[in-house]
Every structure is written in structure tokens, then in C-alpha cells.
T-cell receptor, first 113, second 113 residues
Framework: DAGVIQSPRHEVTEMGQEVTLRCKPI?????LFWYRQTMMRGLELLIY????????DSGMPEDRFSAKMPNASFSTLKIQPSEPRDSAVYFC???????????FGSGTRLTVV | DQQVKQNSPSLSVQEGRISILNCDYT??????FLWYKKYPAEGPTFLIS?????DKNEDGRFTVFLNKSAKHLSLHIVPSQPGDSAVYFC????????????FGKGTHLIIQP
């Protein structure tokens, strides 16, 4: 089991550019979450999917943020256009229900300059 | 408004002694609680969880206690080891598993030799 795989690990981009973060959940997990971690706000839930369907995207900060899960093995989080205040570590997590915990990836550190 | 609060940003404990990490919550709809451990540059790692129908759950050196009337939970680590030095996050979930996790801001545990 390779765990939850996120790419890239680090991303530096200029303000205004489009950024796409990628996540491969653990096979067999039916829930997928995107979180953002900042010093000020800690770990915030952005959106989560259940069986590839978005369930709650109320945590998505603005329309500049969008997420997709075209199939059970892949999800993307896109920011367009990016702004310096989007700089954070973005985590993807997957799970197969309560009692098993939820497994996080190693995160993508995004820096928007 | 923070629904999950970890009021101690850091905690220092001597190796071999007990570490007690505390967490308070305000949302009475939370019915499942988790503890995660995080090392720098890695994603959070699931440690232990507890359902609201229980008041204690134990796994090796880790025990979580839940006091629903006080809306308080704690993580006990006995005995504390140097590898336990990390940031510990408390998380809560409602909706019978249909919702995402709400995290506290974490407590940095330092185990002194």
C-alpha cells in the first residue's frame, strides 16, 4: 500500500497563474478530503467527496478554487487565478469509513509569489 | 468560531512520564473523535479514535478519554518516548461519518531526555 499520493510536493508559482494539485487516494477508500493548513487557521476542510461525488464544498474559500474527482483513483484541486494568500500546505486524505481513521498524504507546499 | 480547541500550543514532558494532551469542543453534534500525530514535512498520521458512545479507548501506549458532559477529550501517552515528539491534532466529526473532520490547531509535544 503506497498510501495517499500527492503531487507535486512543492509548487512555486507567480500570482495570476493556474495551479493544479493532484491526489491519488488509497485503493478501496470511498471518501476523499482536501484540507489546507496555514499558521493562522490551522487545518481547514476545503471539500470532500464520497464515492467520487462532491458532498460538501462549503469550505472552498472562493470561486477561484475548484475540485474534481473524475474516478475513484484521482482527484485534483485547481486554483485559478492564484494569489499570494493561497500560499499554504494542501493535504489530501482518503478513508473507508469510521473506525479506520483517515489517511493523509504528505501534502503539497504551495507558494504564490 | 473554533469548534475544536487545543488550548496548549506546546507541552514538554520528561521521557518515561505520562503525556496528557487536551481538547475541547463546542459542537454537540460531534459524535466521533480522532487524534493525529504530525511530524514536520509529513502529513498527519492517524493515532486513535473514539465514538461518542464510549468514554475510553486504548491502543498500546495511547489512551483517549471522552467526557461528553464537559465536551472534553484527552490523549494519554504512557510511557512517553523521544519518538513521540511531534504536533498532535484533535479532530471531530458529526453526521454519522457523512461529514468531514474539524481539526484543532494542534499541540506541540516535546519529550525531554
Amino acid at each position: 500500500d503506497a498510501g495517499v499520493i500527492q503531487s507535486p510536493r512543492h509548487e512555486v508559482t507567480e500570482m495570476g497563474q493556474e495551479v493544479t494539485l493532484r491526489c491519488k487516494p488509497i485503493s478501496g477508500h470511498n471518501s476523499l478530503f482536501w484540507y489546507r493548513q496555514t499558521m493562522m487557521r490551522g487545518l481547514e476542510l476545503l471539500i470532500y467527496f464520497n464515492n467520487n461525488v462532491p458532498i460538501d464544498d462549503s469550505g472552498m474559500p472562493e470561486d477561484r478554487f475548484s475540485a474534481k474527482m473524475p474516478n475513484a483513483s484521482f482527484s485534483t484541486l485547481k486554483i485559478q487565478p492564484s494569489e499570494p494568500r493561497d500560499s499554504a500546505v494542501y493535504f489530501c486524505a482518503s478513508g473507508r469509513g469510521r473506525g479506520y481513521g483517515y489517511t493523509f498524504g504528505s501534502g503539497t507546499r504551495l507558494t504564490v509569489v | 468560531d473554533q469548534q475544536v480547541k487545543q488550548n496548549s500550543p506546546s507541552l514538554s514532558v520528561q521521557e518515561g512520564r505520562i503525556s496528557i494532551l487536551n481538547c475541547d469542543y463546542t459542537n454537540s453534534m460531534f459524535d466521533y473523535f480522532l487524534w493525529y500525530k504530525k511530524y514536520p514535512a509529513e502529513g498527519p498520521t492517524f493515532l486513535i479514535s473514539i465514538s461518542s458512545i464510549k468514554d475510553k479507548n486504548e491502543d498500546g501506549r495511547f489512551t483517549v478519554f471522552l467526557n461528553k458532559s464537559a465536551k472534553h477529550l484527552s490523549l494519554h501517552i504512557v510511557p512517553s518516548q523521544p519518538g513521540d515528539s511531534a504536533v498532535y491534532f484533535c479532530a471531530a466529526q458529526s453526521g454519522g461519518g457523512a461529514d468531514g473532520l474539524t481539526f484543532g490547531k494542534g499541540t506541540h509535544l516535546i519529550i525531554q531526555p
